[in-house]
């Protein structure tokens, strides 16, 4: 979920059935309606996957990272994965999309939707030119595509496009968090080509159980002063203080710790204060993934750290309106946003 214009939310979405992908525009009010439908999606060896990521620019060019969907399926040893021997629900699934819109997203009314032949078109390299019938156009190209990979522990290594950021000044790039590569991609905007940009390690496992590491897992890239943040959730154990969020410099690629001992972060949004300062809002998914323990949103600032939200039913996003003081938070337990004053 990312901010729009006029006060609305841009959000994606998706169910267990195939290519139900959608982004939804939702009003200041909390009212939706389609933007998009038809996006690729499906359940695979990490369950119902689809649209992920969104950057918006301009107010008419919408970038969004497709998750990887069916393409892998679990294999016969324990945390392995193999291709889908009944093929995946899309061609185009683990790729960035780009829509190119006539008018700004808040004003269009009626939505768009993809057919199955405009999947196969976009994964030919063609554009798609789309009508919603109600006097709106859209182009849409396949960007970038990513491809799983031959791994020798789990047979083949998915890719997982998760979350998508911007760097102010660089028209060029987008930056993509990867949660199946371990890795920051940065994509070029003219050609579509990309390259690792930064890798994660695995991160020590501080739990009583489990490996000594666990995999780093990176879920969400946002924008802080003239870095980038980025959450790592960290794979199994998810124990207590495994999390962290890293900060990477936009030029070198190079990642330092910003904040330890965290618990599953999943996303991260800065406030500056008007008297000097940061506060910074951490988004855990769950405070004990093993027990299906709700995740919490968590302040940190110059006053100490405090639980601002508790109880949240598998939070997945966050869009935080520093003006308006609030924080808008997608729960995929319910699927439902919720609203978080933060004056």
């Known amino acids: 979920m990312i901010l729009g214009p006029a006060g609305t939310l841009l959000v994606t979405e998706f169910s267990t059935q195939p290519n139900s992908g959608r982004i939804s525009i939702v009003s200041s ?3 939706r309606r389609t933007l998009i439908d038809g996006l690729p999606s499906g359940v695979g060896a990490n369950g119902p996957d689809g649209p992920t990521g969104l950057v918006l620019d301009d107010n008419n060019t919408l970038y969004v990272a497709i998750g990887e969907g069916d393409q892998l399926q679990n294999g016969t040893a324990m945390g392995t994965a193999v291709p ?11 790729t960035i999309l780009q829509f190119n819109f006539a008018t ?11 057919k199955a032949a405009d999947h196969t078109s976009l994964s030919d390299g063609l554009p ?3 009508d919603n019938g109600a006097g709106d156009k859209a182009t849409a190209v396949m960007l970038s595509e990513f491809r799983y990979r031959p791994d020798p522990v789990a047979v083949y290594r998915n890719s997982h496009p998760y979350s998508l950021a911007k760097f102010p000044g660089d028209a060029n790039h987008l930056y993509l968090a990867d949660a199946g590569l371990n890795a920051v991609v940065q994509v070029d905007l003219p050609s579509g080509r990309s390259r690792k940009f930064t890798a994660f390690p695995n991160q020590p496992n501080h739990g ?16 802080y002063g003239g870095r980038f943040l980025v959450t790592l959730l960290t794979g199994f154990p998810f124990a207590t203080g495994n999390s962290k969020i890293m900060s990477v410099d936009p ?12 618990t599953s972060t999943i996303d991260v949004a800065t406030r500056a204060r008007f008297f000097g300062g940061v506060d910074v809002y951490v988004l855990e998914y769950s405070s004990d993934i093993l027990t299906e323990t709700p995740g919490r949103l968590r302040l940190l600032g110059s006053g100490g750290a405090s639980v601002v939200a508790d109880a949240l039913p598998g939070p997945s996003s966050m869009a935080l309106d520093a003006g308006a003081g609030k924080i808008y938070i997608t729960t995929k337990g319910d699927g439902s946003i919720l609203q978080v004053d933060v004056k």
């Open 29 to 31: 009010a909390g009212v």
């Open 104 to 114: 700004t997203v808040d004003k269009i009314a009626t939505g768009f939707a993809l």
């Open 208 to 223: 009583p159980i489990g490996p000594p590491v666990s995999e780093a897992v990176p879920t969400s890239i946002r924008v």
């Open 84 to 94: 889908n021997t009944a093929g995946p629900a899309s061609p185009i699934l683990a």
């Open 128 to 130: 798609v030119t789309l």
């Open 251 to 262: 030029v070198s690629g190079s990642a330092t710790v910003f904040l330890d001992g965290l």
